[in-house]
Structure formats: C-alpha cells, structure tokens
C-alpha cells in the first residue's frame, strides 16, 4: 500500500470517527437525559483528531528513521575487502542501492518471481548484464557480498513499509477506539479537542525550527564528510580553483570568495546610491502622483524573478557592454564579466535599498525637520544633515541586508557572471562566484560521494554563515534604531 | 546639527545694505546646491523606470515573436506499400516503421507541391527542398498514421513545421547573408521559401504548440514548447498551497495569540525571520540532502520542487498572517469572549474570517515568488531533459517533470540561437502568470480589506 493510499485510508478512519464520536455522544445523552457538556461537533472531533494525528506523526517519524536503520544494518554487512582502494564506504552503498532499484524492476518487467531473484547467485549468474538489460547500468562486476546486501537492503526496505502500514493503521485505529470508548456526555469534549488544536498549532510553528535544523544539519555532515577527504587548510587559503573528474583537485575557496564579494561590490556600488536617492526623492521631494506612479513601479523590480534578469543579463546588457566597452577598450572579449553580473544585479537590488529607506526616512519625526528648517536651512541641508545622520542606522541594515541578498543571488551571477575562477581586478572580465560553483558542481553527473562534489556542501556552508552574519547584524541594527524614536 | 549651525555661523559675513531682492553670492550657492540635489533624485527615479522599461522591452523584443511559428501546408500520400508492406493493416507492424520511413513521403509531397506551382529554384534537389521542413514533421505524421490507421492509402493534407533556419528567416534571426556561412541552411532554401510564401503554401500562425508542446532536442529549437514546464510549475504550486497555507496559519495563530513570552518564541521568531533571508539556493541544498540523498524521493521530481518551495514560501506566508491578524480589533475577540466562545472559538470563528483577505493576499504573493524561484530547482534534478508529460496527481509529484523558470534556463544553454527567442518567450508567459496572480491579490485586497 502505497503512502499516498495509506493517507486517505487514515482520513477515511477519521471522518468515520466523527460521525460516530457524534453520535454516540448525541445517543448516550438522550438515553440517560441528560444535557452535553459541550456541542456534539466536539465529541466527533476529539475522536477524529485521535484517529488521524498520532497516525500520522508516527509514519513520518517511520518515514525518517527507516532509512537510517537499513542504512547502517546494510553498510555493516559490506566487508572492507570489497571496497576499492582509495574508494568509500558511501560509493559502494551508491551501488547497492543501484542494484536494489534495479532488483525491483526486474521483479517488474523482467517477469522474475521472488523466488528466482533470491536464488540468483552474484558468482554464477551475470547480474549486471541481466540489470542492463532492464536499463539499469552498474559500474563494474558485481561482488557476491554486494549483491547480497542489496538483496538484503531490498527485504528490508520492502518488510519496513509493510510494517510501516500495519503499524500506522493500528495506532490510528486503536487511538480512534479508545476515544471513542471515553465519550460520554459529561466528558470535557471541547477542552480535550481544543488542547489537541493548540498542540497542533504549536507544532506547525516548529516547522521553521525544524527547517534551520534541516539546512545546518545537512550542511554540517556532508562538509564534515567532505573534510575528511580534502584538507580544511587547503578549502580555505589555497589560491586556485580547479576541480578534476580522477582526484587530484584544487579546491580552494579564495577566488569564488574574490568573485563573489567584487561582483556584490560593483551591484551595491550601483544600487547604494540610486536606491538611496530615490528613497530620498521619493520621501521628500516627490508629489502626490509621482510617488503613486513611481513607487509601484520601483517595486516592480523586487517582484520580478531572478531568472529574468539572467536572462537579461545573458541576451542584452553583457553583448551591450561587450561592443561598446570591453572590446573598444581592449579590455576583455567574453559577454560575462563582473561588470554584467554586477549592473543587473545592482538593478535587482534598487528596490530593496528604497523600500528600506524610505520607510526609515518616514520614520524620522517631522519635528527634526521643522526644528531644521526654522533655522533657515534649506531642504537638502536638512536631509544631507539632520535626517540622514538620523536614519543612517537603519539605512546601514537595509544595505547590509541588500549585500546579503546580492551574496546569496544565484541566476544572475550564473548568467552572467561567467564560469572561470579567476582572481584579477579587471571587471570586465568573466569570474566566478560561490553560488555558480555550488549548481555546476551539484549539477553535473559525478559521484555524489567524491569530494568534487561535496565542496559544494562545504561552499554553501560558508554562504549561509555569510549570509547569517549579515542579516542578524542587519537586524540587530534596524532593530535597535527603531526603538529610539517609539 | 551641530555641524549645520557651524558652517552657518562660519560663513556669517554678510554684505550690509544689500537688497533683499538680489541673492546674495552665498544664497545662489545653496540655492543651486539644493537643485542640484532635486536633479538627483529625479535622475535616480529615472534610472530606476528606465531600468524597468529597458528589462521589460528587451524581454518582449526578444520574446514576442515565439508566438507566431511557420508552417508548411502540403498534401502528404501516405503511401501503403511504404508503411504497411504486408496489407494487412496490423498496428503492431505499422509501428515498426520509424520516423525515417515516413521521411521520403515528406519529400515527395513537397516535390509534387513545388511541381503543381509551377516553382522550381536552380541549384536545389528534393532532398534539399524537403529540409525547409522541421526534422519533427516525420514524428508528427508517424503519431497520426498510428492514431489514424485508416488514413493509409489515402492523402491527407498536413500542416507541418517550417525547420528552425525558415522560420528564423522570417523572424530576422537569418538572412541570405549569413545562410551563406551556416551549414544548416543555404540561400536557394530560403529563395524556395519565399517563393512558397508567395504561393501561400508557407504560413505564419499563432503559435499554440509553444504552450502544449514538450521541450524538444538542440537540433529542433522550432517543436520546443513549455506544456511539461507549465504543468511541472502547476503541480508544485499545487504542493506549496496545500502545504504551505495550513501550516502557515497554524504557526502564525500560535505565535500570535497563543505563544507566551519565553525562550522558545524567541527562538522560534527570530528562526522565521532569518528563513526568510536565507539564499533561496540553499535551499536548494536542503532538498538534495533531505528529501532525495536521505528521504530517497526521485530527482526533478515535483514533490521535492515542491517540498523545498513550501519551506521558502512559508516565512512569506506567517509575516503576511501575523500582520492580517494582527490587523483585526481586540474590541472583536473581546465581545466573542463576552458572549461565552472558548478563546479557540473566537479565533476561529471570528479573528480568522475576517484576516482571511490579508492572509490570501500574502498567500498569493508568496506562490508568485515560489513560481519564479529557479536557483534551488536546479540543484534538486529539475534541468534534466524531460519530453513525457508527467501522469496525473498523485502520481504525478513523483514522475520527472520540469519548471517554468528552469525551462528558461535550460533553454539559453543551448546552441542554437532560436533558443533565445523561446527562453524569452517563455519568461513572457512566467510573467503574465505572475502579473496576473498579483493582480488577484490586489483585487482581493481592495475588495475585501476592511479598514477598522
């Protein structure tokens, strides 16, 4: 039974809960006459409730921990002579999981019973030509403990879900019924429904917890696992980028860290001071219907997606700056350049520095003004010395949040920023940043276990704690600044 | 302000005597500092609309045409001692005949087509004149022979898709210039096209295969349509709804009504808050370790687009919730609370019926953005090529699929030039999408938003 079945099988149990939880409820109080401590509906949903909820968190907790049990147990039964030198544990688990899919389509298409798959012997039959005949490709010869480990992981992937069901249906059943054996009209109904509700409620707040646990977990492990295999000293202070499909790599962090700050340098150089006086222009300046007309049509900008101007970027500004600049100057041929990557983003950060701004140039009391301009200052002296130095507090968490933003950006730079990690100063040349190499090594078809691969876990480590930094400083600032004039 | 009253008392030397209708040296100065600093602001202001319009006007230049598509109309003899050599009209042997059986029907057809016009180009033999049309055409007449067995024998008149060059001809991308150095294309095929448009034997149509059609090989940018990438987007939109509102309701309730002030609120505001500033690309990492190295759900999948997308949306969802209710009176939940409802009662009952506007609005803008999210669908396997549409849900979320914006990217990765167009045109369709979900959130804001 698959779990989407299951699902509607719990539901179907519950909804039948309700009506009986009703029910009986509604009965038992006309047989004894006597009044319902609360509404029917809430005796049928405090059955229902049980039915479906202990259910349900109990096949997702299945669902997790399943994995980690077979894994391990499986990965136990591997023998170390079967691992190649200079290979991992992890890759030959990759195979065994390879052979156990391919297991089940040859039980599918192949028209092998179970039987016939259990007596097949990795040193008699030939295994791989049989699974490459049902489109599943092994690397190489397949050894006989491999074999029977995926056998074995098969069983017990297959045991685990049908456990999983009957268990799931038992707990929900089982719950339901104790339920609705307390039913009775002198039961608290609607507190006992109404406390469950609040759990819930609580638990889906716990959703965002369990998110930031999810990201630093995942990050953590693989970039320790990645470590493992590569030096840290190396990750961190070696000059060069330069990854190799047979080992051998250079994997050092310096020139993405070079790309990515220069590029987010050249945006925030753009969009810090037209963000700032549109801000400025629009708060104090402009009338009624140029601000009506031009603030939608700034956020506009924050609405569109990345991809957009990655495209952008590819089609019209990078060719643009390529035949007017780089090559009359004779500083560059390649349509990627930092200056590209740099100005578009530098578009796409315009409404975040003036959205910020000018709520916190609002903000500033209109008595500071009024103090200001009784003393015979004109409107730009007020603004260039009274309101800035007063909001300069905020405007600096809004910039720091648009240099987190433009640290973090992905499309863009991988549009039109250019693949070669190179550290030079020239912007019009093409350079790389960490967010292009976490999708060029995630996306390509190398082994997931290699440590090619996994610098990407180790990249968006260093991203996400970049990108942490910033945002809470950001939010410390803003924060901070805004309790001053409450 | 200290420094203003500084510089003013500094530069206090005023002329004695002068009149109050000439400026002063001193005043012109400000005067034209504080112009200076208007011409400023407008400049930046412009920037920005010029900014809009220059994205907005490169995308649709770009873009637009890939509505419109050539065809070629010819009356194609489906020959029976070519595609069924026994007689005997068995599906099974009529499916044996691949594509390339049907293309020497292809070329005969246009050879008697030219032949009934009267239209003959030096220089250029049957084979040649049959390259005008797109190298999917014999996969297109091989689907209708197999749905339409019957067919065999008789002549059916067909409108077939010019090759990508033609089409390009007619779209500026190509002239007799550059047919000249391609090897895809040669100057008397385009003179033959001409010719054939003149005749009214090629056309120009809209161009609806572009919203049903799969995505196509790198030789044959002109079948490439987005019909797996709609429904692949529609599927994950459906996933991040159904995820996304409940649970985001249910966390913003709590936080809002119900949270007491302690360790775990803190932890648990300041956690959506960071969320919703996390890089949307490591996400993209969350998905690829849980959900597919860990959980073991299938690559491009639109379960996991989804799972990861609903993760991303929900900050979006619980800021925008906690403001709609947040926005509704206390005076509300206190005369519920009067009358006798359970706390539980006059939130559900009261509070949330009426923050529902605000709260749809935010749902809507958080799909919007969801809908044009691409950096995490990339790491989770959404790039692969994928040409089978995917079954309908449940199933479905399971099969490969692919997605609006990944489309776009995967498509400027290609060769072939006539990629750009569909990847703008593409971009064209994500944003009247997009237009037109904020429309409806504005709409239901204006409508429904009560002001206390």
Redesign the interface.
């Known amino acids: 039974m698959s779990a ?1 079945i299951l699902i509607v099988v719990i539901l179907g149990i519950a909804v039948l809960g309700f009506i009986l939880g009703r029910q009986r409820a509604l009965s038992l109080a006309a047989r004894d006459n006597v009044k319902l401590h609360s509404l029917p509906g809430y005796y049928g949903h405090s059955v229902a409730l049980f039915a479906a909820v202990p259910a349900f968190l109990l096949m997702i907790a299945w ?2 921990i399943q ?1 980690i049990l077979i894994e391990t147990g499986v990965s136990r039964m591997i023998p170390d002579s079967v691992i190649p030198d200079g290979g991992a544990r992890s890759l030959v688990m990759a195979d065994v999981h390879r052979i156990a899919d391919g297991l089940d389509v040859l039980a599918e298409k192949g028209g092998l019973s179970e039987e016939e798959l259990s007596r097949m012997r990795a040193d008699f039959t030939n295994v791989r030509s049989r699974l490459a005949e049902v489109g599943v490709a092994v690397g190489s010869d397949i050894p006989v403990p491999v074999l029977d480990a995926a056998r074995e992981y098969r069983d017990a992937k297959h045991l685990g879900s049908s456990l999983m069901v009957f268990a799931v249906l038992v707990v929900s059943i089982v719950f339901a019924a104790i339920a609705y054996s307390r039913v009775r009209p002198e039961m608290r109904a ?1 507190n006992v429904s ?1 406390s469950f ?2 759990a ?3 638990g ?6 369990l ?2 646990f ?2 630093v977990a ?2 953590l ?2 970039s320790i696992h990645f470590f493992q295999m590569y030096p840290a000293k190396d990750f961190f202070f070696s000059l060069t980028w330069n990854p190799q499909f047979r080992g051998g790599s250079d994997l050092g962090i310096i020139p993405l860290l070079w790309g990515t700050i220069y590029v987010s340098f050249v945006a925030l150089l753009f969009a810090v ?6 801000a ?3 708060a104090e ?2 009338g009624k219907t ?1 601000r009506s007309l ?1 603030k939608p ?2 956020e ?2 924050a ?10 970027a ?3 500004v990078g060719p643009f700056l390529r035949d007017w600049l780089a090559q009359p100057l004779g500083l560059g041929n390649s349509s990627s350049s930092v200056l590209t990557a740099g100005l578009v983003m530098g ?1 796409m950060l ?2 975040f520095v ?1 959205s910020l701004s000018d709520d916190i140039i609002n903000a500033v009391p209109q008595s500071l003004r009024d103090g ?1 301009y009784g ?7 007020t ?4 309101i800035m ?1 007063a909001a300069l507090p905020g405007v600096v968490g809004a910039i720091l ?1 648009a240099a ?2 433009a ?5 863009i730079v ?2 039109g920023a250019g693949a070669a990690a190179r550290m030079d100063l020239n912007p019009l040349e093409a350079m790389t940043t960490v ?1 292009v190499k ?2 060029s090594q ?2 390509g078809d190398t082994e ?1 276990a290699s440590p090619e691969t996994l610098v ?2 180790a990249l ?1 480590l260093t ?2 704690v970049f ?2 930094c910033l ?2 400083l950001a ?1 410390v600032i803003v924060r901070k600044y805004r309790e001053q004039y409450d | 302000m200290t420094d203003a009253t500084a510089t003013l008392s500094n530069n206090n030397v005023r002329q004695v005597g002068g009149s109050l209708l000439v400026l002063d040296e001193r005043t012109k100065k400000r005067n034209a500092a504080e112009a200076r600093f208007r011409r400023m602001g407008q400049i930046a202001v412009m920037i920005g609309v010029l900014a809009l319009i220059g994205l907005l006007a490169s995308i649709l230049s770009n873009g637009l045409s890939s509505f419109q598509q050539t065809y070629i109309a010819v009356d194609i003899h489906l020959d029976a001692a070519k595609l069924d050599k026994s007689g005997n009209r068995n599906p099974d042997e009529i499916a044996k005949v691949t594509t390339f059986g049907y293309m020497p029907l292809i070329q005969e057809a246009i050879k008697k087509k030219m032949a009934a016009e009267g239209i003959s180009i030096d220089g250029l033999n049957a084979k040649a004149a049959a390259e005008l049309i797109s190298k999917e055409a014999p996969a297109t007449l091989r689907n209708y022979v197999l749905s339409h067995i019957d067919a065999i024998g008789t002549t059916v008149p067909f409108k077939l898709l010019a090759s990508g060059r033609i089409d390009g001809y007619y779209k500026g991308r190509v002239t007799m210039a550059s047919a000249e150095l391609d090897k895809n294309v040669s100057p008397e095929q385009l003179k033959l096209a001409d010719e054939l448009k003149q005749a009214g034997i090629l056309t120009t149509a809209f161009n609806w295969d572009f919203f049903t059609a799969p995505d196509a090989s790198d030789t044959r940018p002109e079948a490439a349509g987005l019909g797996v990438a709609i429904l692949g987007s529609a599927y994950m939109m459906l996933i991040v709804l159904v995820l996304s509102l409940p649970i985001g309701v249910a966390a913003s309730i709590y936080l809002e009504e119900f949270a007491p002030q302690n360790r775990l609120t803190d932890l648990i505001e300041v956690n959506i808050a960071n969320l919703a500033a996390v890089p949307s690309i490591v996400f993209g990492i969350l998905g690829l370790a849980v959900f597919i190295n860990y959980a073991g759900l299938p690559q491009s999948a639109p379960i996991v687009g989804g799972l990861v997308l609903t993760l991303m949306t929900l900050p979006t969802i619980i800021i925008a919730t906690r403001a709609a209710l947040k926005a509704v009176p206390p005076s509300i939940r206190d005369a519920a609370l009067g009358v006798g409802a359970s706390k539980m009662q006059s939130i559900f009952h009261h509070v949330l019926p009426l923050a529902m506007p605000g709260i749809l609005t935010g749902t809507i803008i958080g799909l919007a953005q969801a809908l044009g999210e691409t950096a995490p669908l990339l790491l989770i396997g959404m790039v692969a090529f994928v040409r089978e549409y995917p079954a309908a849900p449940p199933e479905g979320f399971f099969d490969p699929a692919s997605a609006l914006p990944v489309q776009v990217y995967n498509w400027t990765q290609r060769g072939d030039p006539a990629f750009v167009e569909r990847a703008s045109g593409a971009i064209i369709v994500l944003l009247v999408f997009l237009v037109m979900m904020n429309l409806i959130a504005i709409i239901l804001r204006r409508r429904f938003e009560r002001r206390w």
Do not use: C
């Open positions: 989407g669902l997790f994995p609607r109404e509700i609040k819930l409620l609580m889906s707040s716990l959703v965002a917890i998110t930031t999810g990201i995942s990050l492990f693989e001071p037209v963000g700032l006086m549109i400025i222009y629009l300046y402009a140029v031009a049509a700034i506009i900008l609405g569109i997606p990345t991809i957009v101007y990655g495209l952008f590819l089609i019209t578009i315009i409404p003036s200001s003393l015979g200052a004109t409107q730009s002296e603004i260039k010395q009274v130095p949040l987190s933003r640290i973090g950006e992905t499309m991988v549009m967010t976490i999708v995630l996306t997931f990407a876990f968006g991203l996400f990108t942490l945002n809470v939010l």
